[in-house]
């Protein structure tokens, strides 16, 4: 369940991508219908509730705003490693690789 202040994260960040031009999307004329009708309010605290027409969706919308956001971050570089044993053994699942693999 999100809560109010992690939606507002969510659509600040989709309205950040889109006003720095880093959000590319196709034409889909249902995502931007859901885009132009999604509807805003403030709180007494300041917080933003988002709201949609009865009979309309916004499901896109906030498929679109998710994606966006779990893409924040940087992926990270992968380093694999292995730990391997110095003797051989026949009961064992590791590799017995020569020590000029090894990275240390």
Known sequence: MMTVQE????????RQLM???????PYDPDLINEMNAEQF???????TLFS??????DDRLWALAL??????FEIPT????AAVSGKPNSHSYMPNLPRKLWKM
């Open 67 to 72: 994606a966006g956001y779990a893409a924040r």
């Open 78 to 81: 992968y380093h694999p490693s």
């Open 19 to 25: 006003e720095q031009d880093r959000l590319h999307i």
């Open 41 to 47: 309010e403030y709180t007494k605290t300041g917080q």
């Open 52 to 57: 949609h027409s009865s009979g309309t969706h």
């Open 7 to 14: 939606k507002q994260n969510i659509m600040t960040h989709l």
